[in-house]
């Protein structure tokens, strides 16, 4: 009979970050478009532009993919949002925080690709709130409805 393995909780954690790492660090458009090509960032923008869902084929199975264009202080980007990260209410106006998006070079552009471990929580549909508010610098309105969610 063979006695049970005893793993110190400090290698415990270490094994759980790496399975399960923390999400990855917000970055200006800008800076994601240019990173590293499949490499992690999340971003945090106002959505100026959704195109329609659409299926494609991936390895001969149907998947929904939508691009939307993020806008933020440092330029204008796309985002091809798939699968369950497809189906978010994503509107134009929309302060949108995504997760571990990589960048990816398609037909010569660089965008920005959703993952399997991307998140797109959707804060809030512009209304008359956030139009008083558009010529703020996005930053202090990331901060103002940050703190309006919670």
Not at 110 to 116: E, I, N
Not at 118 to 126: A, F, G, L, Y
């Amino acid at each position: 009979m063979a006695t049970p393995l005893e793993v110190p909780e400090e290698q415990k954690n270490m094994g759980k970050l790496l399975v399960f790492p923390p999400p990855a660090g917000v970055v200006p458009i800008k800076q994601a478009l240019k990173s590293p090509v499949r490499t992690r960032v999340s971003v945090k923008a106002k959505t100026v532009q959704e195109e329609e869902s659409k299926t494609v084929q991936v390895k001969g199975d149907p998947v929904t993919i939508k691009t939307v264009t993020l806008e933020d202080e440092s330029g204008q980007g796309k985002v091809t949002l798939w699968r369950e990260c497809a189906a978010a209410d994503v509107r134009p106006g929309d302060f949108v925080p995504i997760s571990d998006v990589i960048p990816n070079q398609f037909n010569s552009q660089t965008t920005l690709s959703a993952t399997v471990k991307s998140t797109v929580q959707v804060r809030i549909h512009c209304n008359p709130l956030c139009s008083m508010f558009k010529n703020l610098n996005q930053e202090l309105l990331s901060v103002f409805l940050e703190k309006a969610m919670y």
